[in-house]
């Protein structure tokens, strides 16, 4: 099992910038990814970043020269910075984690909302 906690959304301006914070813990050794999601009410989630296992990463073009997706191994936390933020960018950010196993995402965070005011 894989316990993942998100920090750091709140409410922020258009053009001003938010960094969420997702730790995990548990069975870290069994993750070979980790996601950043999106949900705003009434539409399909959506995959903004993704950092594998050998550290490359996977951007939405939504949000691709903008937000930038890291990890801290020694603390277990991965982070989104998010830069140049959008009116279009409020939603409830999820931290995922994508099992070897499984291969899909299987642990989720609580989520944490983002409000970018115009």
């Known amino acids: 099992q894989v316990q993942l906690v998100e920090s750091g959304g709140g409410l922020v301006q258009a053009g001003g910038s938010l960094r969420l914070s997702c730790a995990a813990s548990?069975?870290?050794?069994?993750?070979?990814?980790m996601g950043w999601y999106r949900q705003v009410p009434g539409k399909q989630s959506e995959l903004v970043a993704t950092?594998?296992?050998?550290?490359?990463?996977n951007y939405a073009d939504s949000v691709k020269g903008r937000f930038t997706i890291s990890r801290d191994n020694a603390k277990n936390t991965v982070y989104l910075q998010m830069n140049s933020l959008k009116p279009e960018d409020t939603a409830v950010y999820y931290c995922?984690?994508?099992?070897?196993?499984?291969?899909?995402?299987?642990?989720w965070g609580q989520g944490t909302q983002v409000t970018v005011s115009s």
């Open positions: 950092i594998f296992r050998g550290g490359s990463t």
């Open positions: 548990g069975n870290i050794l069994s993750i070979n990814a």
């Open positions: 995922a984690a994508r099992s070897l196993v499984a291969g899909i995402y299987d642990y």
